[in-house]
């Protein structure tokens, strides 16, 4: 099963990150998930293949869950650096109401450059995709139901 997160403007953009599970594996009490990530953005597409828990699962959702009380830049990661995101939710949206309509431009960046025992690496590709809270409380549920049940 294939899990998406696409711009809100992906009729025209054509940007969205793509993740499949490869495959899943319990060692001892540990979840351990190979998933083919894409990032496309009109034409081009980037694939590469990381490594997440559940544990990372969990993490990235309890972020994503906090961000209607931290500031409006904020940076959410997992154990595993393969994937990381740096939002910030658009300014002057005060005529609406419910916050999960609001919009925010996250960037995801493919190895954020602390691979190898968390020595500096060059840090890997970045996709700029704008949503709204509630795409993003959405992705990381589908996340959860596809890879993790």
Known sequence: MMVSLK????????????????????????????????FQFGFSKIESTIVWTQEDNNILEKQIMEIPNQSNIGLLTTIEPDLSFTYYIIPNQEEIED????EIVLFITLDSGHINNNMGTETGPTLKIITTYREMKKWISNIKTAFLR
């Open 99 to 102: 916050f999960s309509d609001k």
């Open 7 to 38: 711009d809100v403007n992906y009729e025209d953009s054509r940007v969205q990150m793509n993740m499949k599970l490869n495959k899943k594996e319990k060692i001892e009490d540990l979840l351990s998930l190979d998933i083919d990530v894409c």
